[in-house]
């Protein structure tokens, strides 16, 4: 049997770094005139429109129009789901009681949505957020090839088998990566920041090596020969997407990582230090301390307390 070693995913290694979890949490049915206020959320929220029509409305924005098939992710944001791009809303908290997150509103049910959450690590979590829009707007015509997987959401929200919610909560992963991928191949995706590298092929073969082999000693020369570019070319190129450097790119991970192994592993400071990429102590606390004002050993028991 040949076993083959999956090539480095940066996406899927930002995900699990910043240990993103999705959890199905709320379905709702409505019709007539309505309004539902949503606090911010404290991760990212998704909501899925399976049937009808309504009115996705936030502070500072135009009202965005959604319709069955449409996939939705907000950012940190308070925002409200209505009949109408105007009018009087209540409560999310006088919708939802706090034993059943399945709630009706309004005269009818001509519209219905699954929402739920994406949590993220409290420290690491920025990673995405900040890199993300406010709102991602994912129309069903785009969203087509997910098609099957909200259908399948859908079938286990209201299946009473033993492990449903579990299954919705893993088709819920799903289809938010499978939007991130969409938001990806977008125009819209031009921010400055790593999402915007795994959209250019080039410097997406760089960040790969960066990630699949963050110890190594990379230099920019042997960067730019993974992504098939001259030095010059790709430092340009790379710098524009991301709006750093490729060695402060590769830096700022790798301090991310050790940052993460401090708090979540009783590995040495050395042990960290060479998993990362740096010969010893000493030299990842220079940079450590350079990154996160102060040392390793303080950032550890910071965190512990």
Not at 219 to 237: D, I, K, M, Y
């Amino acid at each position: 049997m040949i076993v083959q070693t999956q090539s480095a995913d940066v996406l899927s290694d930002i995900l699990a770094t910043v240990q993103a979890q999705a959890r199905c949490s709320i379905s709702l049915k409505a019709g007539g005139s309505w309004g539902i206020d949503f606090p911010m959320p404290s991760h990212l929220k998704f909501n899925a429109v399976r049937r009808g029509l309504c009115w996705l409305r936030l502070d500072g924005q135009d009202p965005i129009p959604l319709q069955a098939g449409d996939c939705v992710v907000v950012v940190r944001a308070p925002f409200t789901l209505s009949s109408e791009p105007e009018g009087p809303t209540i409560p999310a908290r006088e919708v939802f009681a706090s034993d059943n997150l399945a709630a009706s509103i309004g005269d009818g049910d001509d519209f219905s949505i699954l929402g739920g959450s994406v949590e993220v690590d409290g420290t690491d979590g920025v990673l995405l957020t900040s890199a993300l829009p406010p709102v991602m707007t994912i129309r069903s015509d785009r969203a087509a090839s997910i098609g099957w997987l909200l259908a399948e959401l859908d079938r286990e929200w209201n299946n009473t088998a033993p492990g449903a919610r579990l299954i919705s909560n893993d088709l819920l992963r799903m289809i938010f990566v499978q939007v991130l991928r969409i938001h990806l191949a977008s125009e819209s995706a031009h921010a400055q920041n790593w999402l915007s590298g795994l959209a250019n092929i080039n410097i997406a073969r760089a960040l790969h090596a960066i990630h699949g082999n963050p110890a190594h000693a990379w230099t920019v020369e042997s960067l730019a020969h993974e992504a098939g570019q001259s030095r010059s070319a790709f430092a340009g190129r790379f710098k524009a997407l991301l709006g750093e450097a490729p060695m402060e790119y590769l830096t700022k991970w790798r301090m991310r990582l050790a940052a993460t192994k401090l708090r979540t592993t009783s590995a040495s400071i050395t042990e960290i230090a060479i998993a990362v990429g740096y010969n010893s102590d000493t030299a990842l606390s220079a940079t450590f301390r350079r990154i996160h004002q102060m040392s390793p050993a303080q950032y550890r028991r910071a965190h512990q307390q």
